[in-house]
């Protein structure tokens, strides 16, 4: 998979520059797209927050992969045949592609601007990049 662009519904949009606007505005790689149909997204918001609803919806109408971190997104994410990636698996994607030169900056701004990252997944991910070839990138 490839991802040069990630397109985000404008609730994302909203919760994202809520967060860290001059961070997330000057990011080249987002695009903001409107649902054609937003009553899928209504049903979902009864399952998952309005981010996660309206980006499945959207990934369903594009037929694109989700970003989602959240674990009850992510089931419904399967559940609805979706192709699904999380914030984690996207900064490898960067590292590995040279977007990024190190991750772990990346995942320390991410907690500190209040976004939940699992402690258990960081963990489990950092020691899987500890044995790869890209180690020291992360200290």
Not at 28 to 33: D, F, N, Q
């Amino acid at each position: 998979m490839i991802y040069l662009i990630v397109v985000i519904p404008k609730s994302v949009q909203r919760e994202l520059f809520k967060k860290e606007k001059e961070f997330f505005s000057s990011l080249k790689i987002l695009r903001v797209a409107e649902l054609k149909d937003d009553n899928l997204a209504k049903a979902l918001k009864l399952i998952v927050d309005e981010g996660e609803a309206e980006a499945l919806a959207l990934a369903l109408e594009l037929n694109l992969p989700v970003l989602i971190d959240d674990g009850k997104g992510r089931r419904v994410a399967e559940k609805l045949g979706l192709k699904f990636i999380g914030s984690l698996g996207l900064l490898k994607i960067a590292k590995k592609r040279g977007i990024i030169v190190e991750v772990k900056p990346f995942i320390q701004k991410f907690l500190n601007k209040g976004y939940y990252l699992d402690e258990r997944l960081i963990r489990r991910f950092l020691e899987i990049w500890v044995k790869s070839d890209l180690a020291g990138d992360l200290e």
